[in-house]
């Protein structure tokens, strides 16, 4: 993004001039401005979380069993998705990068997965359909990621991530409830019977997800260079406050986006988040089964999605607090330990019992690492901040190469194991407490570079001399 780091050196200089309050004043104004415009991306959000999750939903209402899907086919229906996002996440943010058109980018894959969700037959077709959604899909995420960091500084990143990627938290919840309603009110609506009921589910998500992206294009900004419906003055902030922020020095943003390549594929670092997030995901797994696990209480359909409600309305207020604490402190990592540690504990209760309600507890506490991975993409963002190339690519490197997790995670929860789903448990379990170390060594590592920094800038004889611009510190 050259425009912009050519943006910077004329704008930083003009705000330094203006009285703190007189800034203060526009920079909440720009802030409460572009909060207003961002939020359209947490409905965006819930629709892609939903039109993914359809098929967890719809196994309740005879989909397996109506496509005649044996063995590991239903767990290959589910992954399939995943292969899209493990090829074409990088390239797409690399694109967007160098499109630097996120309003136009974004909005134009969502009406793509739109319309590829409603594609529904029998399971070669399904699972091709599936396939491109992964595809049509893969711009989306780190592209959202990618652009909050275009715009926010690293102490406003959690509560922003939380605002946005909440829909996906809520619709965890919300699409069961929307998924109850249409398997019980629409069946034999328009001559669709049987297992064609569920393609409800599809063809109304699908439609819904295509109306919004098109409003999309006209309400989503770009970055701050080149968003048309900033006035000069706020343009000139938008910039100026990522530069005090220790977003880099001016030629940091001169990185091409083959150098940004380059840059994340030799930073070790970046291999360090993917490999810790592929375990993660594993034990993550346990969301796109979710309606399965809530069935094992052995209430019926319509029950049955209704209490998947609850769990994640609770982890949508959680992750709020947690996000907030954790821009206050700007500190990452030890509020990432602690939504772990509650679902590991709901991994164990679940292990241990079959009681009903002990069973239904567990599915809240385990709902509550959502807070945590909203606070871990924050903290990758802000890990990779300085750089927009690199960080481009960072991004999308580490949520392609955890999409394996989650490749691997669709094949822990076979119905043999079930109804107890012990041995499923027990692998999350494992899963979680192994990343949750890896990260760990990475909190450790960053606190080192942070007193290597304040060091060599105790040491320094000319400013210039500094790697790191001063003051700047890795959140951890």
Known sequence: MSALSDAKSETVHVFSSLPSHSRDDLERRLVRKLDLRMSVILLLYALNYIDRANASSARLGGFEKDLHLQGNQYATVLSIIYVGFIVMQVPANMFLHWLEKPAILLPCSMVIWGVVSTLTGFYTEVLFARLLLGFSEAPFFPGTIFLLSGWYKRDELAVRTTLITCGAVLSAGFGS????????????????SAWRRETWLFYIDGGITVVVAICAIFILPNFPHNTKWLTPEERSLAIAR??????????????????????????????????????????????????????????????????????????????????????????????IFASNAFAALGFTISICTMNMIARYVSLFLMAQIAAGQIVLWAWVNNTFAREPAKRAVAIAMISGMSAIGNIVGSYMWPLNW????????????????????????????????????????QNAKDINDLQDPVGFRYLV
């Open 177 to 192: 409830l929307f998924a109850s309603g249409i398997l019980t009110g629409m069946q034999g609506k328009l001559g669709q």
């Open 242 to 335: 990522l530069a005090d922020d220790g977003y880099g020095r001016m030629d940091h943003g001169k990185r091409t986006t083959m150098q940004g390549l380059w840059d994340a594929v030799s930073d070790w670092k970046v291999w360090w988040f993917s490999v810790a997030l592929i375990i993660d995901y594993m034990a993550l797994s346990f969301v796109i089964y979710f309606p399965t696990i809530v069935a094992t209480l052995r209430y019926d359909t319509t029950v049955t999605l209704l209490l998947a409600t609850p769990p994640w309305v609770l982890a949508a207020i959680a992750a709020f607090s947690l996000a907030r604490y954790s821009d206050n402190t700007k500190k990452r990592y030890i509020y």
């Open 418 to 457: 079930g109804p107890t789903y012990r041995y499923s448990y027990a692998i999350s379990f494992a899963a979680l407490g192994v990343s949750t170390a890896m990260l760990g060594v990475m909190h450790l590592h960053l606190k080192r570079l942070n007193e290597q920094i304040e060091r060599n800038e």
